[in-house]
Each structure stands twice: as C-alpha cells, then as structure tokens.
C-alpha cells in the first residue's frame, strides 16, 4: 500500500524559509505527477506547485519563491519554500499519481496517493 507522509513544517517568521519533504512508501517506481496543495484557514484547498515529468507549474503566489522537486533515489517529493509570508500559513499536502494523462489539470480528489499534511506558520 502507498503512503506519503509530510515532514519539515513549522513556524517561521516572515521572509524565513522551510523544506517541506514528502516520503514515499510502498512505491518505488519514478513518481512522474505530483502535487504540493495546501489550504489556509477559512479557505479552499488550492495546488501551489506541480510536477509532471520534468516541467513544473506554479501558483502565481508562490512564482519565484517555491522550487518543487523529486529525488528518485530517497524516493521524496520536496517543496523549498523562501520569502515566506504570513498569507503562506496553512496545511501543506503533498500528492502523487503514476498516471501522466491528465496531470496537469489534476485535481487534489484525483490523485491516487495523498498524504495527511503538515502544518505552516509564517509570522509577520
């Protein structure tokens, strides 16, 4: 069975940094779709960064301060995270799926493996 588990949130404050990794288990294939989402309080879920193959996408509010990324050989799915800001707060989750079609507009419910999330704290 597949499983992802969060790791690397916090509290920061404001124009600080965090490495959020997602382990993989139970799957040792190359993961060539994935997803970090995340959801503020009071807010909707909303995809900040994916991966399909080698091409990522960001949201315009992270663009140019979030960097997502794989290692194939730790099995890991990464999201760095700089110039933090106090609107970043929330549940960060990552997401993984070994179907390449349809990747790009995925959303959260679709992926086959998501994980429990790991809490976010940026103060100003």
């Known amino acids: 069975q597949v499983q992802l588990v969060e790791s690397g949130g916090g509290s920061v404050q404001a124009g600080g940094s965090l490495r959020l990794s997602c382990q993989v288990f139970?799957?040792?294939?190359?993961?060539?779709?994935m997803g970090w989402f995340r959801q503020a309080p009071g807010k909707e879920l909303e995809k900040v960064a994916s991966?399909?193959?080698?091409?990522?996408t960001y949201a315009d509010a992270v663009k140019g301060r979030f960097t997502i990324s794989r290692d194939n050989a730790k099995n890991t799915l990464n999201l760095q995270m700089n110039s933090l800001e106090p609107e970043d707060t929330g549940m960060y989750y990552c997401?993984?799926?070994?179907?390449?079609?349809?990747?790009?507009?995925?959303?959260?419910?679709?992926?086959?493996?998501r994980g429990q999330g790991t809490q976010v704290t940026v103060s100003s």
């Open positions: 997401a993984a799926d070994n179907r390449l079609i349809g990747c790009g507009g995925r959303i959260w419910a679709q992926y086959n493996y």
């Open positions: 139970g799957y040792s294939y190359s993961i060539d779709c």
């Open positions: 991966m399909i193959l080698r091409s990522t």
